[in-house]
């Protein structure tokens, strides 16, 4: 029975087999490897599904202060970030959250990050509801042109990246140094330091070992004491003489062990266990009472359309008239035209500088509550996928929207909630 | 009619000379140890990659109680594999520091090549833990002991207890003191904050977290004693899956 099946299997080994086996083997090769690789564009914020990006951290106000450096310039990336009320239950809360960068590999390097002004090195607690500013410093290290994000990861929930920004870096990464000053006072170059020894060390020990394992191997090889294994001779082959001088191998290999431990400790007599825990009190933005309040009353999303309309009910309590102008969501922002007269410096893949529009284009008076249709509607929303909100498990929308008054002082509120997805253009809304 | 002017063996005989013999085994040894460090190189690095991963990969995760209790029990299992195919087969005192050696030579191309070459992060940040000395160790006692029972006990406790004083001639320097901004950072957490790892957050070190300071404020030793221990058990179930792995089965003719 089992022969038979191999002979039908050897069946097919034919010439021809083996040549389209041989074509395919070559063309899966060529196509993996022939073509140059392209630099990766976005750090996978696009994978992540809409509601997270939407509901979980609203960046706003992100600036990088250059978009072009020399190897060993510094930038700074800064804006502030507003930690969503209606945090998705899906998504454990920010209480161990660490500021990050996104970035392929350090080519950038971080020499401090701050949230509301205190140095964050180490993870951090924020709270749901408020808003907080955060500020990145940032040394080129490798010529290149880098999408650079703004990030924060969440325990337990993952990283939530921000805009993101295309950075050109020139020079040559060979003459990038990281000097730091230890608390003896003794400056360093961290981007090399140590790796000389760390090479001697490991490279001695693994030079022992093959001296090792080449000797045993020379006496007698392998199939040989096989042989005197099964012929019952295996107490032969280690005898008093092996013995002994395994014994002096063990001896010079501790003594190496306690002469370089002991060395170490000479060379360096104050030494620290690394820091770790999380930082508590962090001070979020010290904002005045908002005087605008937006309550949501329904929306729906027209997924052919691209297009979110969401029903609210604006109360202006301020002293001044105020018009919608911007929506912003998962690092996008949509501008009111009508607003927004010039185009912001701001990331254009995620700039819809004509994206949001209003069913009343009129501003709401001081004391007036006002139900009025805010429409949302660029390719972005669906390039960005936040579109795919029709088909996520928890399918509201958020984001923060801005008022401005007409000395452009503005406003800022929280919206969202529920959405009905149309998959139909002109379904009813 | 044959174009070859060599003769064959002698009728009866497999060899023509005993030098021929000889050599041909000396050919197999070498493709032996070669095709068996290769497979040992790759399986065991698989297996380290997969248990040991992050303590080993960063040096802001190699801290005084996670990393010495978890490293040297992921690095026993094939420790004690290979050398209970490498005695029992063929009484060569070599199993632990072959493997140990094959996980080097592994985690440096990976390290230089991956983590250096492509994506840049210093060799400072991305050093292997140092393993060499407790392949010595472990092959030494089983040679001199003659007992994988004596192995398992006094290998598997020096194993566990040497793992932290052989790395620390490295580790040393990145645990000297600097100050940013004010907060106190070791040079090890430094570089772990200055080089970005986009997919690597701070909160996922497990700096001196659990429960082994209930037996005191020396946390090496505690920690080192702990792995000994462990290892010991691993040490002896390992073994045996050594064993296990190197039967030799043969298939009946009639089977095929």
């Known amino acids: 029975m089992k022969s038979s099946i191999v002979q039908a299997l050897a069946k097919y080994v034919t010439a021809r087999a083996v040549r389209a086996f041989a074509f395919g083997l070559a063309v899966a090769i060529t196509a993996t490897t022939l073509p140059a690789a392209t630099p990766a564009a976005a750090h996978g914020e696009r994978s992540q599904q809409a509601f997270l990006r939407m509901r979980t951290l609203n960046w706003y106000d992100v600036k990088w202060s250059k978009t072009e450096l020399n190897v060993n310039e510094e930038m700074v990336l800064t804006g502030k970030v507003h930690i969503f009320s209606g945090w998705p239950q899906a998504v454990a809360k920010p209480e161990v959250a660490f500021l990050n960068v996104g970035e392929p590999g350090p080519v950038l390097v971080r020499k401090g990050s701050y949230v509301g002004g205190t140095p964050v090195p180490r993870s951090f607690s924020l709270q749901v509801g408020k808003d907080y500013e955060y500020k990145l410093v940032l040394k080129a290290r490798r010529q290149g042109r880098y999408h650079v994000h703004v990030q924060i990861n969440v325990e337990s929930g993952g990283p939530i990246v921000g805009p993101g920004q295309w950075i050109t870096i020139k020079g040559d990464m060979k003459d990038f140094t990281n000097p730091v000053t230890l608390l003896d006072g003794t400056t360093i170059d961290l981007e090399t330091y140590g790796i000389t020894w760390t090479y001697i060390y490991h490279f001695f020990w693994m030079a022992a070992a093959a001296v090792w394992i080449l000797y045993w191997f020379m006496t007698k090889g392998i199939i040989a004491r096989y042989w005197w294994v099964k012929a019952g001779k295996a107490d032969e082959l280690i005898g008093q003489n092996e013995k002994r001088i395994g014994g002096v191998t063990l001896a010079v290999v501790l003594l190496a062990v306690l002469g370089f431990y002991a060395a170490a400790n000479k060379e360096f007599p104050r030494t620290l266990p690394m820091q770790a825990g999380l930082l508590k009190g962090i001070e979020p933005i010290d904002e005045p009472a908002p005087t605008v309040t937006a309550r949501f009353k329904g929306g729906s999303y027209t997924v052919p359309g691209r297009e979110l309309k969401v029903k609210l009910a604006i109360t202006n309590s301020g002293d001044a008239p105020l018009k919608v102008g911007e929506f912003t969501a998962a690092g996008l922002r949509f501008l009111n035209p009508d607003v927004f007269t010039s185009k912001p410096d701001f990331p254009d893949y995620l700039l819809a500088d004509r994206g949001l529009s209003v069913s009343d284009p009129n501003p709401i008076a001081p004391g007036e509550t006002r139900e009025m249709e805010i429409i949302v509607q660029d390719a972005r929303f669906d390039i960005e996928r936040l579109s795919d909100l029709a088909y996520d498990t928890d399918s509201q929308f958020g984001g923060l929207l801005f008022l401005f008054d007409p000395s452009g002082k503005r406003q800022k509120v929280e919206i969202g909630g529920p959405v009905i997805p149309r998959f139909a253009a002109g379904a009813a809304t | ?256």
């Not at chain 2, 645990?175 to 080089?195: P, R, S």
């Not at chain 2, 080192?224 to 058990?233: E, I, N, Y």
């Open chain 2, 1 to 256: 009619m044959s174009l070859s002017t060599e003769t064959g063996a002698p009728a009866g005989k497999t060899w023509k000379s005993k030098e021929e013999f000889l050599g041909c085994v000396i050919l197999t040894d070498w493709i032996l140890l070669i095709v068996l460090f290769a497979v040992l190189l790759g399986s065991f690095h698989i297996h380290y990659m997969l248990l040991a991963g992050d303590w080993d990969f960063w040096i802001d995760f190699k801290d005084r109680r996670m990393w010495p209790t978890v490293a040297p029990i992921v690095a026993m299992c094939f420790a004690a594999a290979a050398q209970s195919f490498f005695w029992q087969r063929f009484r060569l005192p070599i199993g632990a520091t072959t493997v140990v050696l094959a996980l080097l030579i592994g985690e440096w191309i990976n390290r230089y090549d991956n983590f250096w070459g492509w994506t840049f992060f210093p060799i400072n940040l991305v050093f292997p833990s140092a393993l060499i000395p407790m392949g010595f160790w472990l092959d030494i006692v089983l040679m001199v002991s003659g007992s994988w029972l004596v192995t398992a006990l006094i290998g598997g406790l020096g194993w566990g207890l040497l793992f932290y004083p052989i790395n620390w001639p490295v580790l040393a320097q990145y645990h000297q003191a600097t100050e940013i901004d004010g907060v106190l950072l070791t040079l090890a957490d430094l570089i772990g904050f200055n080089y970005v790892r986009t997919g690597t957050p701070e909160y996922i070190r497990m700096v001196e977290r659990g429960t082994l300071r209930t037996f005191g404020k020396d946390v090496v030793p505690v920690a080192a004693f702990f792995a000994g221990f462990v290892s010991m058990l691993v040490y002896f179930l390992w073994w045996k899956m050594g064993g296990w792995f190197s039967t030799t089965k043969y298939l009946e003719s009639e089977e095929i």
